[in-house]
């Protein structure tokens, strides 16, 4: 793979990865992996400066609002911060400070720090007018978060009435911080979800996120959040004083972030103000009190009672801070010192094999559970056989835990001196630990397989996979529910979901009447997923929820995507060879294709079903959309095209019909539209063309 195509694949994955974590909190990887994808990129980029798009997410802070709240623009960007993981970056990063600053050594040696710890939750902006709560917003893209005013205001250390101050408040005044959930809260609403069979959350930060993202306010008012004000961001406003209706005092601007001469002094008056100030950070001189404070910030990390991954280390000076001023995405006054991941001994009690929906027979650790980076551990892959013998695992000995981002553990390998005497090597089993039928790993491949296809182990997990949140979504049909109907005789694939009568669930274990009934509903709800949702259930090799969108939004439904030759597939865009390959060997197979014909019986929706009563005017045609519509999301403009026959892709060739234009359209699609004298459209030109076929007159 070339540079080229290796940056546009990471970003790619990146925008992936955010989606994940910011919008739907749920990531798949640790947060040191997405650094390290993240990495990888600026380093690309840096080394080919003519290869940074527009959009490359190194050009931007967070993800895209998801459009769940209304979105809420910041006046002030909501900028992110570069980070150090070593006391060398430190040293580098105030090196460049100093040279940009034109500072000697004996000025270096006398700058002043303000550390603080780097609260793990998810930065809010809150506004305050004539000293009442009047909004709050996300950071969302850095540009526009989302509106949370209703869900903040339930968090208890947000005042929502500013103290007030001698000198009077101004009209206008925002003040930043980190909404985080405290360990104790978090492990209490973990407790509450598993009593109640909800999904749990990895982290307390992810909890928070999903807290503060709640469409009704009383769910977040039940989940004990908190907040740490850090910034004071200046109004510009005229000001009003707050004493004025009873003292009659004359107003007097209340001096903001830009006008206080340091970080300090505004930390002290967002204390006045009635906020929560991390009583941690410290006002130190020089570098090595920085790396010091640093150390001892980290030795009490988990006596603090709420999450960290780092220290934010900030010049205290707001005039040298305005001289060094920002690049596109972080100041230059500051910058995030990140914990190295964190480690843990703790006991290896069992290596164990587990059978995936492939087939796939992973190894795992089976720990003795210990804490590590504020949850508790007892479980973690060890990947494939050659892993473990490399590490030289051996159940009885004592392991070295990480948990890196706190999101996925690690078992880094045995603490030798501790091995008792003749404790024998680990061997792969032999046999399949649910069917008992050997289990094969071919020459030159690191993975081990069950290959007998009626495993039920594989069986459970393909269900499961069916029934899980980005494919059908079935709520309440996790691996342990799957398993007891798999038991009962009640489903052997996933198809039989469709078939499951309340009666025949009323009477199992743990099922009520009520939840029988909630379990048939949720089923049935299914049926109508969107299709990208079904073609992630079918479980075919390197389709994903992107993959998935692309082949939806590229075919419209599933029947023209088995239909379709791998060159089709691989002109559609965001699909490449090998997954080309992929889908078309999976709906070749005959088992495949007669699961689909049973989806079909049972009444599952394949994509465009209501194309047959729209006039098929489209037929065959591609229409790019860009930029905002008024009366279509982007995801209903593509299903109007996909419902009349049409296809959207998400590049302008020269064999698109029309490019849709809206509000805020993408350069580079305008320039390509321009260059290859496609037709360029606007709302009610669509409108026209969808009705129709036909472009308007003079596009
Ligand atoms: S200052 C322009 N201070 O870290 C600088 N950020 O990686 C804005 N964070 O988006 C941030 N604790 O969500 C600052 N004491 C602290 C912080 C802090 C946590 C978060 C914040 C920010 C992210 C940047």
Redesign the pocket.
């Known amino acids: 793979m070339n540079e080229a195509d290796r940056a546009a694949e990471l970003r790619r994955q990146i925008a992936h990865h955010q989606r994940l974590y910011f919008e739907l909190d749920a990531p798949e990887i640790s947060d040191a992996d997405f650094d390290a994808l993240v990495d990888e990129l600026v380093a690309i980029e840096s080394a080919h400066p003519e290869l940074v798009t527009a959009d490359s997410p190194t050009q931007r802070v967070g993800s895209a609002p998801s459009g769940a709240f209304a979105p809420a623009p910041h006046r002030v960007p ?4 570069d980070k150090v993981v070593s006391f060398e970056e430190l040293v580098a990063w105030g090196a460049r400070t100093k040279r940009l600053l034109g500072l000697d050594d004996e000025a270096a040696s006398g700058l002043r720090f303000v550390c ?4 793990d939750g ?2 809010i902006s809150i506004t305050y007018e004539r000293g009442r709560y009047a909004r709050a917003a996300t ?1 969302g893209d850095g540009r526009v978060g989302e509106d949370v005013t209703e869900n903040v205001r339930t968090i208890e250390t947000v005042p929502l009435e500013l103290a007030a101050q001698p000198t009077g408040l101004p009209a206008e005044l925002e003040v930043r911080g ?1 909404v985080y959930l405290p360990i104790e809260a978090f492990e209490e609403l973990n407790a509450r979800q598993e009593a109640a069979g909800e999904k749990l959350f990895a982290n307390p930060r992810n909890a928070a996120a999903g807290s503060l993202r709640q469409r009704d306010p009383k769910v977040t008012a039940g989940r004990a959040l908190s907040l740490f004000a ?2 004071l961001v200046s109004a510009e406003v005229a000001p009003v004083s707050v004493e004025d209706a009873t003292s009659g005092e004359k107003a007097v601007e209340l001096e903001t972030a830009s006008a206080l001469g340091r970080q300090s002094d505004s930390l002290e008056l967002i204390r006045r103000l009635g906020f929560a100030v991390s009583p941690e950070i410290e006002v130190v001189a020089g570098l090595e009190a920085v790396y010091d404070f640093c150390q001892r910030l980290e030795e009490r990390r988990h006596r603090l009672g709420y999450e960290i991954d780092g220290a ?1 280390v900030k010049i205290d000076d707001a005039s040298l801070q305005a001289r060094l001023g920002a690049t596109s995405h972080a ?1 230059r006054w ?1 910058v ?1 010192y990140k914990f190295p991941p964190e480690e843990r001994a703790t006991r290896l009690e069992a290596i164990m094999v587990s059978i995936g929906r492939t087939g796939r027979a992973t190894p795992f650790a089976k720990l003795r559970p210990v804490q590590v980076g504020g949850s508790t551990v007892s479980l973690a892959s060890l990947h494939n056989e050659d892993q473990v013998i490399l590490k030289d695992l051996r159940p009885g000995d004592t392991v070295v835990v990480r948990k890196a981002g706190d999101v996925i553990p690690e078992v880094v390998g045995p603490v030798l001196a501790e091995r008792p005497e003749g404790l024998p090597a680990w061997q792969f089993p032999k046999l399949c630990p649910v069917c008992r039928q050997p289990l094969v790993r071919l020459e030159g491949e690191a993975d081990t397989y069950c290959v007998n296809a009626e495993c039920p182990g594989q069986q459970l997990q393909r269900i499961a996979h069916f029934a899980s949140r980005s494919a059908m979504d079935i709520e309440g049909l996790g691996e342990q529910r799957v398993h007891q109907l798999m038991e009962a005789g009640l489903v052997s694939d996933a198809t039989d979901l469709y078939h499951l009568e309340i009666d025949q669930l009323a009477g199992l274990e743990g099922f009520a009447e009520i939840s029988a009934r909630n379990l048939v509903e949720a089923v049935e709800a299914s049926r109508h997923r969107p299709l990208s949702n079904l073609l992630v259930a079918l479980g075919i090799r390197h389709v994903g929820g992107t993959v998935a969108q692309a082949l939806a939004r590229g075919f419209g439904d599933l029947d023209r995507i088995m239909a379709a030759s791998r060159e089709e597939l691989e002109a559609t865009e965001g699909i490449g060879g090998i997954i080309a390959e992929s889908i078309c060997s999976h709906f070749a197979a005959e088992q495949n294709r007669a699961f689909v014909e049973r989806l079909r019986r049972a009444g599952v929706s394949f994509g465009a079903e209501t194309a047959s009563d729209k006039a098929q005017t489209l037929a065959g045609a591609s229409v790019v959309v860009t930029g905002s519509l008024d009366g279509f999301s982007r995801k209903e403009a593509e299903e109007a095209i996909a419902e009349r026959g049409g296809r959207s892709p998400g590049s302008v060739s020269a064999k698109t019909r029309a490019v849709v234009v809206g509000v805020s359209p993408g350069a580079s699609k305008l320039a390509e539209a321009e260059r290859l004298k496609v037709p360029m459209i606007d709302e009610a030109g669509f409108r026209h063309l969808l009705e129709t076929g036909e472009l308007p007159a003079g596009a």
């Open positions: 909501m900028m992110s911060l603080e710890p780097k609260i998810l930065s950071r980190e850090y910034q934010v100041p500051a995030a």
